[in-house]
């Protein structure tokens, strides 16, 4: 009898992600707090999905796609909402999400080319930043998050800058605080989709120049 890859543990756990995350979404226009927290837990589940697979040898193409795109389109509908709150800086968050749809779908797409069955698994010819970037999970994770926090923190403080936190004769709120903390990893991590973006579109003209010389030479034949 076939596996039913829909009720993976993994897969579960990316619905669960789906559905907090649309809540959020729900609640972003009038109560910030409740949007946050699911929007913040759709993210922290993401460090799940990936160790279940490995551990109950789950892994699936379904999973794949699922962990992709549900990390871009949430993303996505947070700057949406970033746009809305502040106007002035459309543009960035603009650039923001498509630089961030962009670079993973030229790298997903040629990962599978190369005959990858993960985004995660880069081979050895590509970049040796995105090598170490996605082989070092505590990096990956730390980055991923740092990048989700600057978002959300940006979301919380069109509301509130967040509890005030003094540090000697300084003021500062909590969510000020963390978008600060956070911005640079943020940034870097944009840099790093820059990079990825890159080296897919490398390692695609590559895939391109192959098929093109076997065809030029079986004509020949």
């Known amino acids: 009898?076939?596996?039913?890859?829909?009720?993976?543990?993994?897969?579960?756990?990316d619905y669960f992600r789906v559905i907090f995350a649309f809540v959020s979404f729900y609640y972003m226009p009038f109560d910030h707090i409740k949007a946050?927290?699911?929007?913040?837990?759709?993210?922290?589940l993401d460090a799940f999905d990936g160790h279940f697979a490995r551990m109950l040898g789950q892994g699936s193409k379904l999973g794949t796609?699922?962990?992709?795109?549900?990390?871009r389109i949430t993303t996505m509908c947070l700057c949406a909402a970033l746009c809305y709150f502040y106007p002035t800086y459309m543009?960035?968050?603009?650039?923001?999400?498509?630089?961030?749809i962009f670079s993973h779908w030229l790298h997903l797409h040629s990962t599978l080319m190369k005959g990858g069955d993960s985004h995660?698994?880069?081979?050895?010819?590509?970049?040796?930043?995105?090598?170490y970037y996605y082989h070092n999970r505590i990096i990956l994770f730390t980055?991923?998050?740092?990048?989700?926090?600057?978002?959300?923190?940006?979301?919380?403080?069109?509301?509130?800058?967040?509890?005030?936190?003094t540090v000697g004769s300084m003021s500062v709120g909590l969510f000020t605080?963390?978008?600060?903390?956070?911005?640079?990893?943020?940034?870097?991590?944009?840099?790093i989709s820059v990079l990825q973006l890159v080296a897919a579109a490398q390692n695609i003209v590559a895939i391109d120049q192959h098929d093109r010389a076997t065809a030029t030479a079986a004509k020949a034949q």
């Open 177 to 191: 605080a963390i978008c600060y903390l956070s911005a640079p990893l943020s940034f870097l991590k944009m840099f």
């Open 65 to 71: 796609m699922l962990d992709q795109l549900i990390d």
């Open 120 to 131: 995660k698994k880069i081979d050895l010819s590509a970049n040796p930043v995105l090598r």
């Open 91 to 100: 543009i960035f968050f603009q650039f923001a999400m498509a630089l961030d």
């Open 36 to 44: 946050a927290s699911f929007y913040l837990l759709s993210g922290f």
């Open 1 to 13: 009898m076939a596996e039913n890859v829909y009720l993976f543990v993994p897969n579960i756990i």
């Open 143 to 165: 980055m991923c998050a740092a990048n989700e926090l600057f978002f959300c923190m940006l979301y919380l403080m069109h509301f509130t800058p967040g509890p005030m936190l």
